[in-house]
C-alpha cells in the first residue's frame, strides 16, 4: 500500500468521540436533518455513517440517506424533499461525476438552499480554486483532512446555514401568503367561514400543523365564545363558550388578560385586538416550538387580518340592513294580500334551492354566478312587489278577471321592476335589489316568447326570472288562493312539466324534478 493510499485509507480519525454528540435532546416530535452521502466506496458510508451516528443539532438527529453515483443521487434529491446537506464524492461513475451533480442541484433542480460539500481524495484532479469559483458549492475537503470532529464541525456549519436559508425561504413564502391570504379572507362573508380561513392560513403561512382554535371575545363580558375549530380541535365547534377546563384555557386567559399574545409550547396563542374593540385570540399547536422568525410571520398576519375582522362586522351589518329592507318591502306586498300566506318564504326557500340544482347538473354555468347562487332566495321574495300598485278591488278578486283588470293585473311586472331598478340604481355593484328587479320584471315572461310584459323567450329572460318563474306557479298551485282550491302535487306536476319548453325554461323543470325525486317533500310543508 501507498503512503497517498494509506492516507486516504485514513482520511476519517476519531480524535474525540464524545463530543459529536450536541446538547438539547428530547426536543417535542422534530423532524430530522436529512443528509445525503454520495460516494462510490461502500466503506466511505460505513464510516460516515459511524462518525455521524450520535450527531444531532438543535435538538434534532441526522436522517442519512446513501447514493453511490451521481445519477442516483440526482433521483434522490428530485424525489426527496428538505434535504439539507449533500456530502458529494468527485471522482465516482466518471472523473467529475460529483462536478455535474453540484450543477445539476442548482440549474436543473433549482435547489438553492441545499449544501453541498465537496470531499475528493483525488484533490489534483479537482483543484480547490477552480472548483470553488465555477461551482456553487459551499465547502471543498479533501478526504485526508478530514477527522471525526472536522467532519462534524463541517456537518453542523452547513445544517445552521442552511437552517438560516431554509427560514428566509420560508418568510418570503410566508410574506407572500399573507399578503394574498388577507386579500381573500376579505371575500369571507360569513364570520364562522372567515375564522376557519385564518386558521387555514396560519397553518398555510407556517406549517405549523392542522390545529388550532379562534376564540373571539365579546367587549368587556369576559364570555369567549368559539368561533371556529380546526384538525383536532374540530369538536369545539360544537360548543359556544370555551370551556375554562380545556387544557388551552389558561394560556388564552393569559393572552386575553395581559393583552399580547403568549408562545408558551406547545399552545401558542395570537392576540388581536381591532379598532373596533374587539378582542380575538388563535390559538396554534405545532409539534415543536416556533421560531422568532416564524412568531413575527404570525403578528405580521395578525396585523394583517385585525382590520379584516371589523370590515367583515360592518360588512356583515350592512347586509343585515339591506336583507331587512327587502324583506320589509316583500312584507309590504304581502300585507295587502294575505291570502298569499306563507308564499313568499316558499319561494325564497325553492328558488335557493332550484338554483343550486341548476349547478349541480351543469346547466346555464355563465349565468349562475356566485353572487346569483347567493342572493336569488331573498331576491326572490321580491317577485311580486309591484302588487302594491293594484287596486284592493282586483288584486283581491275571487273570481277572474275582466280584460280591463287583467292588463292592470300584469302592469305589476313593470311597477316592480321600475321601483327596484331605481333603487338599485343608487347602490354601487350587484345587490339583492338588483337581481329583485329582473324577477319582478320578468317571472311572468314565458319561455316561448308568449309572456309579459315585453315577450322576451329562452335565455334573453334572466334565469333568476326563470327559476323564480317556476317556483311561483308550483307554490301558487299547490296552495289556496281567493280564485282557487289548493291543486293535488301530481296534478301540479304534470301542469309544470307540460308546459315546460313553452312558459318554462325546460331545464329548469328538470331541475325541479331531480329536486323532487330526491326529497318528495318538497311543496307539502304547511303554511
Known sequence: MTDSNAADENWLIDEDEDETASASPGAPDQRLWRVLIVDDDVDVHAVTRLALRNVSFKGRELELYSAYSGREAFDILRDTPDIALVLLDVVME??????????????????????????????????????????????????????????????????????????????????????????????IHSLREFASGVLNQVSAILDVGSDGVLCLMQGDTGVTTVVAATGGYAALNDTELMPVSHPLWPTIAKAFAEKKSQFEHPANVLFIHTQENREVAISVTPPWPLAQIQRDLLEVFCQRIAAAFDNLYMFGQLRKAQEATVVALADLAEFRDSGTGGHVRRVQQLSSALAQRLKDRGVYLDELTPQLLDMIGLASILHDVGKVATPD???????????????????????????????ANMVDGVSYLTYGAEIAGAHHEHFDGQGYPNGLAGRAIPISARIVAVVDVFDSLLHERPYKEPWPHTEVMSYITERAGKQFDPEVVAALVDLIHSDPTIGHTPD
Do not use: W
Not at 102 to 111: D, G, P, T, V
Not at 126 to 136: L, T
Not at 138 to 159: C, G, M, R
Open 393 to 423: 278591488h282586483i288584486l283581491l278578486k275571487p273570481g277572474l278577471h275582466t280584460p280591463e283588470e287583467r292588463v292592470q293585473m300584469q302592469s305589476h311586472a313593470d311597477v316592480g321592476r321600475t321601483i327596484l331598478e331605481r333603487a
Open 94 to 187: 466518471t472523473d467529475d461525476a460529483g462536478l455535474i451533480l453540484a450543477r445539476r442541484i442548482r440549474e436543473e433542480l433549482h435547489n438553492s438552499i441545499v449544501r453541498v460539500v465537496l470531499r475528493t481524495g483525488q484533490p489534483g484532479q479537482a483543484p480547490e480554486q477552480r472548483v470553488i469559483i465555477e461551482y456553487d458549492i459551499n465547502d471543498y475537503k479533501a478526504k485526508t483532512e478530514l477527522t471525526t470532529q472536522k467532519l462534524f464541525t463541517t456537518v453542523i456549519s452547513a445544517l445552521r446555514a442552511y437552517e438560516s436559508l431554509n427560514m428566509l425561504e420560508r418568510s418570503r413564502i410566508g410574506l407572500g401568503k399573507i399578503l394574498a391570504g388577507a386579500t381573500n379572507l376579505y371575500q
